[in-house]
């Protein structure tokens, strides 16, 4: 198993930043990569970003890019979204999850997941 803890969440006006952090612990060594989700009121879980834990390959959604960073400290097991330049539709429940398969764009292709912080972006 793979417990995943974020962090981080909060309210800010638009133009401004956040970092969200996602703890993970147990079976790491399990999973190739991480990603971030959010999920809008009334709205399907989308795929923000996600990043392979072996080779740092990054991978984001067409609607973060350029604004958005994903990182991970190996060290503290921790991967990290660095939220610039953010908007009104940012505004979401983030998610952190883990994933054996490595198919980072799909979010049933995720075996863990936290319990998600919160994100609003007052314009």
């Known amino acids: 198993q793979v417990q995943l803890v974020e962090s981080g969440g909060g309210v800010v006006q638009a133009g401004g930043s956040l970092r969200l952090s996602c703890a993970a612990s147990g079976r790491t060594f399990s999973t190739v990569g991480m990603g971030w989700f959010r999920q809008a009121p009334g709205k399907e879980r989308e795929f923000v970003a996600a990043?392979?834990?072996?080779?740092?390959?990054?991978y984001y959604a067409d609607s973060v890019k350029g604004r958005f960073t994903i990182s991970e400290d190996n060290a503290k097991n921790t991967v990290y979204l660095q939220m610039n330049s953010l908007k009104p539709e940012d505004t979401a429940v983030y998610y952190c999850?883990?994933?054996?398969?490595?198919?980072?764009?799909?979010?049933?292709?995720?075996?863990?997941w936290g319990q998600g912080t919160q994100v609003a972006v007052s314009s």
């Open positions: 999850a883990a994933s054996r398969s490595g198919n980072y764009y799909y979010a049933p292709a995720y075996d863990y």
């Open positions: 990043i392979n834990w072996i080779y740092g390959s990054t």
